[in-house]
């Protein structure tokens, strides 16, 4: 039996002028299902990042946003499990993905840091990569000189609208995710 997931983490950068870029769709997801599930996050310095918890099918699940840059936001992350003695096999990290188009969202379970600073920094201070990812496509420029400022700048508006309903589909399965339902949640979202 999977474990239920006790921890969400949005990866994004915390200054206002990334926040519609391309790289926080992490923050925009995590932001969503608070919202969904009528919560409000407050900052929490030991955590570096902004926490909230909330119950989700009767699971105690909590969520957090690092407030430190992208490159540093493992230390947010362990900052966090190690308090609640959170193992890495029940944290659920929710990233952008060059690798899929807008609109596409994918689960998955441990694996590399694809060149992903957020998921490089995380597996580093976990010592682990067990730990699993909900992958939101933001597309890819074609050239992979062009890939930080690509990142960093907005989607168009139809990019925008389709990661938007990507981010929807996300929260559809997020009860069957967190009670440790993975394959029904991958069946759903990868159909």
């Known amino acids: 039996m999977v474990q239920p997931i006790e921890l969400i983490v949005g990866l994004g950068n915390p200054d206002r002028e990334y926040e519609q870029t391309r790289h926080n769709v992490g923050f925009w997801f995590v932001k969503a299902l608070a919202e969904q599930y009528s919560v409000t996050f407050r900052n929490e310095a030991k955590f570096k990042g902004l926490t909230c918890q909330t119950n989700i099918n009767d699971y105690n699940c909590r969520m957090l946003l690092p407030l430190t840059y992208m490159n540093l936001c493992g230390e947010a992350v362990k900052a966090m499990a190690d308090f609640y003695n959170i193992t890495p096999e029940t944290i659920l990290v929710v990233h952008d993905d060059l690798d899929f188009t807008p609109g596409i969202i994918r689960l998955k379970k441990a694996g590399g840091h694809g060149g992903h600073n957020g998921l490089r920094s995380i ?35 139809s990019e925008k609208q389709l990661i938007e309903k990507a981010i929807n589909n996300g929260i559809q399965v997020i009860q069957e995710i967190v009670t440790g339902n993975i394959e029904k949640a991958m069946t759903i979202l990868h159909s």
Do not use: M, Q, T, W
Not at 129 to 145: A, Q, S, T
């Open 123 to 157: 597996i580093n201070h976990l010592h682990s990569n067990e730990f699993y990812r909900l992958r939101i496509g933001i597309g890819h420029p074609r050239d992979k000189n062009a890939v930080v400022e690509y990142v960093l700048k907005r989607p168009s508006r």
